[in-house]
Every structure is written in C-alpha cells, then in structure tokens.
C-alpha cells in the first residue's frame, strides 16, 4: 500500500474513532452542559458556520480585485 493511502486510511479511522466516541458520550456531555449549556453551544457553532464561508467569499472577492487590478496594462 503507498504511504498517502495509509496516511487517509489513518486519518479515516481517527475521524471515525472520534464520531464514535462522540456519539457514546452525547447523553454524558448533554447532562454535563444542560439546556443553557446545549444553547450556547448551538449558537457558537452556528456562528462559527456562518463565519467561514464570509470569511472565503471575502479572501475569494479580494483575490479577484487584486487579479483585475494586476491585468490592467501600464497607463
């Protein structure tokens, strides 16, 4: 087997060993947290999920001024 294949077949198994404890341990963590604790973490999340893609389209946009503005022949 080639080293890149064994490097994806580890990092599968570490995401998977990593979901499958997540999952064992969701009714632990959601006693731990309670209700307020879930919310707080709900809204983090959601606006941690809304911060990447603006933050993609934004380098995205800048890069695409930045290659037109490039193109321009000297004045």
């Not at 198994?13 to 990593?18: E, G």
């Not at 006693?31 to 707080?40: F, N, S, T």
């Not at 941690?48 to 695409?64: C, H």
């Amino acid at each position: 087997m080639a080293p890149e294949r064994v490097g994806v077949a580890l990092g599968l198994a570490s995401v998977l060993a990593l979901l499958w404890l997540t999952l064992r341990f969701a009714c632990v963590v959601r006693r731990v947290l309670g209700q307020p604790g879930i919310e707080l973490v709900t809204r983090i999340s959601g606006l941690l999920l809304t911060a990447i893609p603006v933050q993609l389209m934004t380098d995205a946009v800048r890069e695409f001024i930045y290659v037109k503005a490039s193109d321009r022949p000297p004045a």
